[in-house]
Every structure is written in structure tokens, then in C-alpha cells.
């Protein structure tokens, strides 16, 4: 079946304690994206990444890292997590950009 | 100026009526839009891609883009109940294939 596979689908940790977030796809897209979504301000891209090494930032960057070292993978690091990181996060990829995302089924995320 | 805008609803609609989404758009330049749907809890869902003016039909879903006043809707046939939920409108703009732009989404409520 083709997917995007996130995990962990649920996280609780701590401020200031470094977590990653994985993401897969098995469809050779091209496109990979991450996505935060939070009530009233929609979905919000964090970092995107045309292929393989060629990652960039999206519109809210600060406080994450993303890495792209095989088409298939595209982990998010929060490398000192902060309160303001709770949210619901999905990965999102595409064989062309502009042929819209298949979406991951999310990891909530929360910091405390 | 929000990129994409659309009504945050709800929009109530009776069961076999049509439902009626829009969403505008700030970019003149856009090329891409899409309409995603959105269950309470679940990741977004692609139901329409549109490139060109006009309408284009899937079933019981017609998108329609009207590049000139910039702006694009959705219309849901014989909507119902199981159409309840957060349809999302997003458009890729300008040349940055990668980059897919958000509203914050209609709440549809289809009544039986």
C-alpha cells in the first residue's frame, strides 16, 4: 500500500529533551515536506526537501532540523523542545511539488 | 494579507443539497490548487487538483478556478453526512513547486 508512515503517532516529553519524529514513504517521491497544524492558524510548512541533500525552510523553521539522506526518509529533530512545539505535526510527500501532498497520519506532539 | 483565505464556517447544508466552498487566493502568479478534506483527528485527504480556469468534475465534487478574480471553490453534490468535515484549500505559488499554501479551512456540517 502506498503511505507516509510518521511515528510516533503520540509523544509527551519534556522541555528541553532532544526527540525526532520519523517519516517514510515507499511511493520514490521526489517532494517531502513537514507540516505543524494549529487551531486557527491551518496548516503551516516547516521544512521541505526536493531530494535527496537539498532540504529548505519553510515559513516557521526555528526550533526544528530536518535531515534527508535517503529518498525514502525524512526525520524532524527538535533538538530542545519548547512548550510552544505542542502541536500536531505531519509529513507530507509528493512525486512533483506541484502535484500536491500525501500526507502522513500525524504525530502529536506535546512539550511540558 | 493571509495567502489563502477561505471561511472558517460551519457551513450547515441539508442532506442532498450542495455545498458550496471557496477559498481566495493573494498570489497571481499560482499555478496549482488543491482541495484536501480533513476528518476531525485524521490527516488531510487530496480530493481535487485544478491547474486551469474552468470546472473540473470527480464524481460528486466539481472544483472551479477563476484565475482572473482569483479565487476557487468547491461544489459538493448531493452532499452527505459522511461529507462532514474541515475542507482545507491550498495553492502552490508562483514557482516554488515545493511550497503548498494553507487556508485554515470551511467546517462542513451536512444535517440528515
Known amino acids: 500500500e502506498a503511505q507516509v508512515t510518521q511515528n510516533p503517532r503520540y509523544l509527551i516529553t519534556v522541555t528541553g529533551k532532544k526527540l525526532t519524529v520519523t517519516c517514510s514513504q515507499n511511493m520514490n517521491h521526489e517532494y517531502m515536506s513537514w507540516y505543524r497544524q494549529d487551531p486557527g492558524l491551518g496548516l503551516r510548512q516547516i521544512y521541505y526537501s526536493m531530494n535527496v541533500e537539498v532540504t529548505d525552510k519553510g515559513d516557521v523553521p526555528e526550533g526544528y532540523k530536518v535531515s534527508r539522506k535517503e529518498k525514502r526518509n525524512f526525520p524532524l529533530i527538535l533538538e530542545s523542545p519548547s512548550p510552544n512545539q505542542t502541536s500536531l505535526y505531519f509529513c507530507?510527500?509528493?512525486?512533483?511539488?506541484?502535484?500536491?501532498?500525501?500526507f502522513g497520519s500525524g504525530t502529536r506532539l506535546t512539550v511540558v | 494579507q493571509k495567502e489563502v483565505e477561505q471561511n472558517s464556517g460551519p457551513l450547515s447544508v441539508p442532506e442532498g443539497a450542495i455545498a458550496s466552498l471557496n477559498c481566495t487566493y493573494s498570489?497571481?502568479?499560482?499555478?496549482?490548487f488543491f482541495w484536501y478534506r480533513q476528518y476531525s483527528g485524521k490527516s488531510p485527504e487530496l480530493i481535487m487538483s485544478i491547474y486551469s480556469n474552468g470546472d473540473k468534475e470527480d464524481g460528486r465534487f466539481t472544483a472551479q478556478l477563476n484565475k482572473a478574480s482569483q479565487y476557487v471553490s468547491l461544489l459538493i453534490r448531493d452532499s452527505q453526512p459522511s461529507d462532514s468535515a474541515t475542507y482545507l484549500c491550498?495553492?502552490?505559488?508562483?514557482?516554488?513547486?515545493?511550497?503548498?499554501?494553507f487556508g485554515a479551512g470551511t467546517i462542513l456540517r451536512v444535517k440528515s
Open positions: 507530507a510527500s509528493s512525486p512533483l511539488g506541484h502535484r500536491g501532498y500525501t
Open positions: 491550498a495553492v502552490n505559488p508562483g514557482e516554488y513547486g515545493n511550497k503548498l499554501v
Open positions: 498570489d497571481r502568479v499560482s499555478q496549482s
